[in-house]
């Protein structure tokens, strides 16, 4: 520095680590929710996410934003988006790694990133043993959101088209011939981000248009209309014409939309690409300018007689929808708890390095608190989102079928309002170097740009409380609750409190003016029970003393002095 001073006491970055070997509470997780799975490839890609180069192209896709080109050079529409290289060698992962259609297709010839085959589209690995619906291994979707999860903590944006894609591959099959032709190609794990036929793509992704400027998640409001317009093989054939406020990823393949038909609202599929090589009637009007999230294009289009064909029946648009949301609002909770678990590491090893008043930060008492109760928090949201998961790879089960109805919306409400004031204060355990866009530790603010919209997309808090009214009103769904919590009985005074009183509130709730309280309380309960099954006792008596016997204050680094600190903090350490 030319003499004026040296440079210390800046802590190196967390780079060039395993996110999977070194996150011992995910790997609990997996191991009572799925104790047959296979970590290896898990492992290999957290190895690989946790890479200088792969940490480099997150950067690079977030400061060079998408940029639309609506018309060429001659006038010409084009309604196409130009996304920087970085962008697509995230996409290239996430797809070679099955994120976008693990539990729908048969194993493929691939093996996931990071080992001895990265990068090679000719590398081969023995195919894995197909679960319930054909995925890989026993548990193929919780072995996605592990993956997911660990995908997430590197960079979020991308997964938006990986997240939609695997929520609409199984909407399809309510109309067989599209599905057929496409369910191998989006099932696929090559990536093709070229403006052609699907046909003529080794691989392709789907995204979704529900809302409009007038209504938002009231879908029902919403004013594009479906013309019938013949048939053929693909089924009944319709004109749209209309617009979508939020409109995400647009340069994906197809869509699955909503739009007012002669009975109602329905669901269609419309491609970008028609089947005799033309481009679709669809409108790029501008890109947003968001808070976040901003390596994702997210876009408002209008339809000018788009041609797109019915899925489902007509006037069934919402169920069709609903089914969907369901798998895109456990993507919402997946998400946030790995950048929960980012922001905790960039935390602990900030603290870690760094020295203050004559220690090091993670030694000093107050901010022991505080990282112990933001490890508390993240692995909460950990357990409750696996969890979920393991839901949809048992959905034969009675059992398996009122979790999936009930945590859904409770773990997409609780985990992702938690996740603002979680960034925040693991943002300010870095002082000022947490503030700022640049460097290793820039990630942190992206993180706490990223925050709030899995909060928001797929339904804000209201909608989740509401989807979890609608849930109750299924038989037996305090039953079902009573079960769930039933190995954590007799554990913790204050769960037993807590589990004794639900089931009476849930078969009683008629009032939606207690459900988002409904929703907090069902989570917390659900997330003790899965600490005491899964967790070391340091960590279920921490966090039912704070949670739920009130041994803690309205902010985190509030835990009661009692608490295991060291141990907390040891089992949360990324490296």
């Known amino acids: 520095m030319n003499g004026t001073h040296d440079v210390f006491n800046q802590p190196a970055p967390l780079v060039d680590y395993n996110l999977f070997e070194t996150n011992r509470p995910l790997r609990d997780a997996l191991k009572f929710n799925a104790p047959s799975l296979a970590t290896a490839e898990l492992s290999a890609l957290g190895a690989t996410l946790g890479s200088a180069d792969m940490q480099t192209h997150a950067r690079l896709a977030n400061t060079h934003t998408p940029q639309l080109h609506s018309h060429d050079r001659f006038g010409r529409r084009m309604d196409q988006v130009e996304f920087h290289p970085s962008y697509h060698e995230l996409m290239k992962l996430a797809t070679r790694t099955g994120l976008h259609g693990t539990p729908w297709g048969n194993p493929h010839p691939n093996p996931l990133p990071g080992g001895e085959g990265i990068n090679k589209p000719g590398a081969s690995s023995p195919p894995l043993p197909q679960g319930e619906d054909g995925g890989e291994g026993s548990s193929p979707h919780v072995l996605r959101a592990a993956g997911f999860m660990l995908f997430t903590e590197l960079e979020p944006s991308t997964l938006c088209p990986i997240s939609m894609t695997y929520a609409v591959t199984p909407a399809l099959r309510s109309n067989a011939a599209i599905h057929a032709e496409w369910a191998p190609k989006l099932t696929s794990r090559a990536y093709d981000p070229a403006l052609k036929l699907f046909s003529e793509k080794a691989g392709v992704t789907m995204g979704m248009g529900m809302t409009e400027k007038q209504g938002g998640s009231d879908v029902r409001a919403n004013t594009t209309q479906a013309a019938a317009n013949g048939s053929d093989a693909w089924g009944p054939r319709y004109r749209l014409t209309g617009h979508k406020w939020f409109f995400s990823a647009p340069m994906c393949d197809a869509f699955l939309v909503l739009a007012q038909a002669p009975a109602g609202l329905s669901c269609f599929f419309l491609p970008r690409v028609l089947p005799d090589g033309s481009l679709n009637a669809i409108r790029i009007q501008r890109l947003k300018d968001k808070l976040g999230n901003k390596a994702n294009a997210s ?34 909770a997946l998400g946030t708890s790995g950048l929960m678990r980012q922001a905790l590491s960039i935390a602990l090893n900030h603290c870690a390095q760094r020295q203050a008043f004559g220690k090091p930060l993670i030694e000093q008492p107050l901010m022991r608190n505080v990282l112990a109760d933001l490890a508390l928090e993240s692995e909460a949201a950990t357990a409750l989102s696996i969890r979920l998961a393991r839901a949809f790879d048992n959905s034969a089960d009675p059992h ?109 709730m008629a009032t939606e003016m207690e459900a988002r309280r409904l929703a907090q309380d069902v989570a917390l309960a659900v997330q003790a029970a899965l600490l005491y099954q899964s967790a070391p ?31 907390l903090i040891t089992r949360a350490m990324p490296r």
């Open 299 to 332: 876009s408002e289009v209008e339809f000018e007689n788009a041609t797109a064909w019915l899925v489902g029946e007509e006037g069934r648009g919402v169920p069709q929808i609903l089914e969907m949301g369901t798998m895109t609002r456990l993507d919402c």
């Open 400 to 508: 398996e079928q009122a979790m999936a109805r009930l945590l859904t919306p409770v773990a997409k409400f609780w985990i992702c309002k938690r996740g603002s004031h979680f960034a925040q204060e693991a943002m300010e355990c870095l002082g000022g170097n947490g503030y700022v866009e640049e460097g290793g530790e820039g990630i942190m603010a992206r993180i706490y740009r990223e925050m709030p919209l899995n909060s928001i997309w797929e339904g804000a808090g209201n909608i989740m409380a509401l989807d979890l009214l609608r849930a109750l009103r299924k038989a037996d769904a305090g039953a079902a609750l009573a079960r769930e919590l039933a190995p954590a009985k007799g554990a913790h005074p204050a769960l037993d409190r807590l589990a004794a009183a639900l089931p009476t509130r849930v078969e009683e």
């Open 537 to 567: 006792a340091a960590v279920f008596s921490a966090f039912c003393d704070s949670r739920l016997a009130g041994n803690w204050g309205q902010a985190f680094g509030t835990l009661g002095a009692g608490a295991d600190f060291d141990a």
